[in-house]
Nanobody
Framework: QLQLVESGGGLVQPGGSLRLSCAAS????????IHWFRQAPGKEREGVSC????????YYLDSVKGRFTISRDNAANTANLQMDSLEPEDTADYYC????????????????WGQGPQVTVSS
């Protein structure tokens, strides 16, 4: 079965850190760009960070620049999103998504999706 399996997420206090992981099952993640999207209650899904298949190109939403770091380990068939200095505004369900080669801002361009673990930033 071809799928992305996410881990991480949970409850953290403001200023804290979390790490999300996205593992590919049934296909080679190294050929795919990985984008993390998030969706908060009552809001549209938005792109947070993306890394190309080669890892040479990355994208960050302005509000997370300097706080979030995306990376990939093609040998392990995984990608990671390190989230530091978390703010209550970062509370959302976080979805990793994969498409061949290059990043796209459009959700409809992505072929595979993770299950979207919840991240809650609250004191």
């Amino acid at each position: 079965q071809l799928q992305l399996v996410e881990s991480g997420g949970g409850l953290v206090q403001p200023g804290g850190s979390l790490r999300l992981s996205c593992a590919a099952s049934g296909f080679t993640l190294g050929y795919y760009a990985i984008h993390w999207f998030r969706q908060a209650p009552g809001k549209e899904r938005e792109g947070v960070s993306c890394i190309s298949s080669s890892g040479r190109s990355t994208y960050y939403l302005d509000s997370v620049k300097g706080r979030f770091t995306i990376s990939r380990d093609n040998a392990a068939n995984t990608a990671n999103l390190q989230m530091d200095s978390l703010e209550p505004e970062d509370t959302a369900d976080y979805y990793c998504a994969a498409r061949l080669d290059y990043c796209s801002v459009y959700t409809e361009d992505y072929d595979y999706w993770g299950q979207g673990p919840q991240v809650t930033v609250s004191s």
